[in-house]
């Protein structure tokens, strides 16, 4: 589907390769922007990069990052500056291993926070100066329903992608009058359509070969959700594309979109 | 703009002439659904209906309707079953005037609940049984920002605005399992670009009687507003289309997409 406005737009997306992530790059892709997708997994990452290319408008390029490192981070922004303005960044970096909070093994705990806080916080960190000097920026981070919802098998992950929305729209009342938008897209469960598609390192692969413990789960979440239904990473992509799209989202930030089937209903 | 999945789908707009609804018609108008605009002001309607057929996809028509009048509603919904099936239902219609609760004359609040929020209740109860019948469609309404932050100068109509979300999130918990998707825009303060452009009856005719006033309070508004500027009717209407669309908003129900610069952050 073709968004409109992001034609030349330059994007970074870090962990654009892997299971929502990779449609949002082919979605930016179709609608005409050039993509960086920063990525540990270059394999899958140069996959996606091809499909993107396959449009035939933008250009796609990988480069190899560790999300939680500073210069790694720096460096695949520098990767987008050699195309010119960094005009949206996608974070869509995250993981659990889903656990009772008193069987979690305490050790897990700065794992947790390196893997889905610190690393958005240091992107931001270092994207943000950017987009306030250009006066312009998109940059949208992935919550979860579970950082909505209490959810007693994802207590510290959820307690992570909580803050992750209190995070952006404390820095969407910064950056507002520069511009920039902040936004979150917060999915519900959302299994890939296939475990091939995701990257080397996904923990959500290491979970769904745990094929008891999904089915366990499944069968518990499944009758909270109104729809009745697990999501589905492709329209999930959608709410990142809305919102990137100065068309359709330029009027938003600090702005939740709950893509989860009715199990989290926000005020 | 193009939304994939509404190619002769049916959409009934109650209020699809006005400021908000006449965009929200003409994207369904560009992705291929058939159209029936439902207003008492058919003279704005069928001008919006002329500028919808350009499109050349889909069927239009423009059928006369007092959203505060049951027998009104119910025979506009059998007419429109004459298309087929009743798959989009856009409920636009609001209004307000302007003032503090003890200033506001007692005699106004009858008719801000019968057009903010029972012509609302209405339209659903004569529209859900069709659908769950179907097992299948979407029902959109519109609430605002002064339904999610109080706001003194709107208290009444606020009120209304917060109860439409509360009202939509509980019948969307009974309707789910039927297939059946109920969401909320939730627009910030989006003024027409000029009054020619909003239907006869539209509330903006009072709120811009005094234009010097009503640049104030916008400017007063803006000041609020982490984006620092009032909102744009046809990019509010995208968030209508995102949701009604079943391959972006597909996996939606009981939400709420504020489009309002970020002046209401959700949890």
Aim: one cysteine or more; hydrophobic letters at 40%.
């Amino acid at each position: 589907m073709y968004y409109p406005g992001l034609e030349g737009k330059n994007a970074l997306l870090i962990g654009g390769n892997s299971n929502i992530g990779q449609y949002v790059s082919l979605l930016l892709a179709e609608s005409g922007a050039n993509i960086v997708i920063a990525c540990r997994d270059t394999k899958r990452g140069n996959e996606i990069a091809e499909e993107a290319r396959a449009f035939g408008k933008g250009e796609a390029v990988v480069v190899k990052t560790d999300c939680s490192d500073w210069e790694a981070i720096e460096n695949a922004v520098s990767r987008v500056h050699e195309f010119g303005a960094i005009d949206i960044l996608y974070h869509g970096v995250g993981g659990d291993w889903p656990g009772h909070f008193l069987d979690l093994d305490p050790e897990l705990w700065d794992k947790l926070y390196q893997l889905n806080f610190k690393n958005i916080l240091m992107a931001y960190k270092i994207v943000l100066p950017i987009m306030k000097q250009q006066r312009s920026g998109c940059f949208i981070t992935m919550s979860s329903v579970m950082g909505r919802i209490p959810t007693p098998m994802e207590p510290i992950y959820g307690a992570l992608k909580c803050g992750l929305i209190y995070l952006a729209q404390t820095l969407a009342l910064d950056l507002g009058p520069y511009g920039v938008r902040i936004n979150v897209v917060a999915p519900g469960p959302t299994p890939p359509k296939d475990p091939d598609r995701l990257s080397e390192g996904s923990l959500l692969k290491t979970l769904i070969e745990n094929k008891e413990l999904v089915e366990n789960l499944t069968a518990e979440i499944l009758p909270q959700i109104p729809l009745g239904k697990l999501g589905d990473p492709e329209a999930c992509a959608h709410a990142v594309l809305y919102l990137a799209s100065p068309v359709t989202g330029g009027y938003q930030t600090g702005q939740v979109i709950g893509v989860d089937g009715g199990w989290w209903m926000p005020k | 703009m193009y939304y994939p999945g509404l190619e002769e789908k049916n959409v009934l707009l109650i209020g699809g002439h006005s400021n908000l609804g006449q965009h929200v018609t003409k994207l369904f108008a560009e992705s291929g659904a058939n159209i029936v605009i439902w207003a008492r002001d058919t003279k704005k309607a069928e001008q919006v209906a002329t500028e919808a057929r350009r499109s050349n996809k889909g069927e239009v028509a423009v059928v006369e309707v007092d959203a505060t009048d049951w027998d009104s509603v119910e025979h506009a919904v059998k007419k429109t079953q004459e298309f087929g099936e009743l798959d989009i239902f856009y409920q636009g219609v609001g209004w307000d005037v302007l003032g503090h609760f003890l200033d506001l004359d007692p005699g106004l609040w009858d008719t801000i609940y019968e057009r903010n929020f029972k012509s609302v209740m209405m339209a659903y109860k004569i529209v859900l049984p069709i659908m769950i019948a179907q097992r299948n469609g979407c029902f959109i309404s519109m609430s605002s920002v002064m339904g999610r932050r109080p706001t003194p100068i709107e208290p009444v109509y606020g009120a209304f605005k917060c109860a439409l979300i509360h009202l939509a999130q509980t019948l969307a918990l009974d309707v789910g399992q039927y297939g059946v998707r109920i969401n909320v825009v939730a627009p910030g303060p989006t003024p027409p670009k000029t009054l020619d452009s909003v239907s006869a009856n539209s509330t903006f005719h009072d709120f811009m009687a005094d234009m010097d006033e009503f640049r104030a309070i916008e400017k007063s508004f803006a000041a609020q507003i982490p984006l620092q500027r009032t909102g744009d009717p046809e990019n509010c209407a995208h968030a209508v289309l995102y949701l009604a669309s079943p391959v972006t908003g597909g996996y939606q129900t009981g939400q709420v997409i504020g489009v309002d610069g970020g002046w209401w952050m959700p949890k």
